[in-house]
């Protein structure tokens, strides 16, 4: 499988396996398939609750950790310098890990919720997510839902870049603006979503296009995602598409198509705006 490379020059496999709704034994399964047809990249969060069901998957797989990319999650609860500390020691304790691969701050405290110190919370935050970087104990750190202006805030105090930024991206929300404002400042995007939590998938532009090229209509998405240079994070929990999606590299789009996909109206967006949300 093809890697991205990030500003720190750690690689990390180009598509990844979701776990977000696969609470508790729900995980257990379709982790187990997906390591089985060759996923190395496994994406999590403390908020999905299943850390532990992926930590006991991952202990019993009989898989060299070093071919493991294990991403995690600092949730909204915990932000703030004491207690991301601890959330991390919680995250790795939970994941029967020595180090993971990659952490992330969820959510940003926004201007809605936190309109005095937003800033200066995510700030803290992010001063743990440096000190867990240089102990070694996270291969690479980043944030997750970030609009420009949370970025642009962050970028103030920090003395380590951020290395990721995971949005919701996929066809009908391609947030250009956003993808043009990280590539510029080295920040590879991660797609969550990229299927748009399954609605974009009965799309008529979508649906033709999988006709034409012989493929899935998650495919499509997941190759969208590919062309952009982006990383799609797909979430599956069906033995067919597990497969199916980490093949989806496995044909090009064409520019042609690839535009028609950036012009396509709004569709399938969650409505979870990152500077309004009040979770």
Same mark, same amino acid.
């Given at each position: 499988?093809?890697?991205?490379?990030?500003?720190?020059?750690?690689?990390?496999?180009?598509?990844?396996?979701?776990?977000?709704?696969?609470?508790?034994?729900?995980?257990?399964?379709?982790?187990?398939?997906?390591? &089985?047809?060759?996923?190395?990249?496994?994406?999590? &969060?403390?908020?999905?609750?299943?850390?532990?069901?992926?930590?006991?998957?991952?202990?019993?797989?009989?898989?060299?950790?070093?071919?493991?990319?294990?991403?995690?999650?600092?949730?909204?609860?915990?932000?703030?310098?004491?207690?991301?500390?601890?959330?991390?020691?919680?995250?790795?304790?939970?994941?029967?890990?020595?180090?993971?691969?990659?952490?992330?701050?969820?959510?940003?405290?926004?201007?809605?919720?936190?309109?005095?110190?937003?800033?200066?919370?995510?700030?803290?935050?992010?001063?743990?997510?440096e000190e867990i970087y240089k102990s070694g104990k996270a291969k690479s750190i980043g944030v997750s839902n970030f609009n420009i202006n949370h970025l642009e805030?962050?970028?103030?105090?920090?003395?380590?870049?951020?290395?990721?930024?995971?949005?919701?991206?996929?066809?009908? #929300?391609?947030?250009?603006?956003?993808?043009?404002?990280?590539?510029?400042?080295?920040?590879?995007?991660?797609?969550?979503?990229?299927?748009?939590?399954?609605?974009?998938?009965?799309?008529?532009?979508?649906?033709?296009?999988?006709?034409?090229?012989?493929?899935?209509?998650?495919?499509?998405?997941?190759?969208?995602?590919?062309?952009?240079?982006?990383?799609?994070?797909?979430?599956?929990?069906?033995?067919?598409?597990?497969?199916?999606?980490? #093949?989806?590299?496995?044909?090009?789009?064409?520019?042609?198509?690839?535009?028609?996909?950036?012009?396509?109206?709004?569709?399938?967006?969650?409505?979870?705006?990152?500077?309004?949300?009040?979770?």
């Open positions: 499988m093809k890697n991205f490379t990030l500003s720190n020059q750690v690689e990390i496999p180009a598509i990844g396996f979701g776990t977000w709704l696969l609470e508790g034994e729900k995980v257990t399964e379709p982790l187990k398939i997906a390591l &089985a047809k060759g996923y190395t990249h496994i994406d999590t &969060a403390a908020i999905y609750q299943n850390e532990k069901e992926i930590g006991h998957v991952l202990k019993t797989a009989n898989i060299d950790r070093e071919k493991l990319f294990i991403t995690s999650k600092c949730w909204n609860s915990e932000r703030g310098y004491e207690k991301a500390l601890a959330a991390f020691d919680q995250t790795l304790a939970d994941l029967q890990l020595d180090y993971i691969d990659l952490y992330l701050i969820h959510w940003p405290a926004n201007e809605t919720q936190f309109p005095e110190n937003w800033e200066e919370l995510n700030a803290e935050t992010w001063r743990a997510f805030a962050l970028s103030k105090s920090v003395t380590i870049s951020p290395m990721i930024n995971q949005i919701e991206f996929h066809p009908g #929300h391609s947030q250009p603006e956003l993808v043009e404002y990280c590539k510029q400042n080295n920040l590879l995007i991660e797609a969550w979503s990229p299927l748009g939590s399954g609605r974009i998938l009965e799309n008529e532009l979508i649906i033709s296009l999988a006709k034409k090229y012989d493929v899935s209509v998650g495919q499509i998405c997941i190759n969208y995602c590919l062309a952009k240079e982006i990383l799609p994070l797909p979430r599956s929990s069906s033995e067919k598409n597990i497969e199916a999606n980490l #093949h989806s590299a496995d044909f090009e789009l064409s520019k042609e198509d690839i535009k028609a996909i950036d012009e396509m109206p709004a569709d399938g967006f969650s409505g979870l705006n990152p500077s309004t949300v009040e979770f």
